[in-house]
């Protein structure tokens, strides 16, 4: 009888813990609003800037992928030197072509476009 009942309980156990899995995923339209809305981040040098479309072409650095970055009215302007704990609030026609950039905001469906809530111009020494 003790021995029907370990087996009972062991058996229990295993297909408990095999099914926890399947209860944790996450459903696919889940995982797509939580990429959708979760912050990003592109940082590099401007190569490109059309002011009529309100958006950026933006070369990382080390990899030289560029990306678009669309900005608004909402998006904040900063500038601020390397190792600095200051920020500066800039106009946007303060950054140009050839200036060092992050970019914050979230990516579009395709993750071609950035749509930046900040972008901060960064200075050097």
């Known amino acids: 009888m003790a021995r029907q009942l370990l087996i009972l309980l062991f058996t229990s156990v295993l297909v408990f813990a095999a099914s926890m ?39 990382q650095t080390n990899t030289h992928v560029e990306k678009t970055v669309l900005y608004g009215s909402s998006t904040k302007w900063t500038s601020q030197e390397h190792g600095s704990k200051k920020v500066n609030d800039i106009d946007a026609s303060e950054v140009k072509d050839g ?27």
């Open 21 to 59: 899995p399947l209860f944790a995923q996450e459903t696919p339209t889940a995982k797509k609003k939580a990429n959708a809305t979760k912050q990003a981040r592109w940082e590099g040098v401007i190569i490109r800037s059309n002011k009529d479309k309100s958006a950026l072409t933006v070369s």
């Open 99 to 125: 200036d060092r950039v992050i970019c914050i905001g979230t990516w579009d469906k395709d993750g071609a476009l950035l749509h930046a809530t900040l972008i901060s111009k960064r200075l050097s020494h």
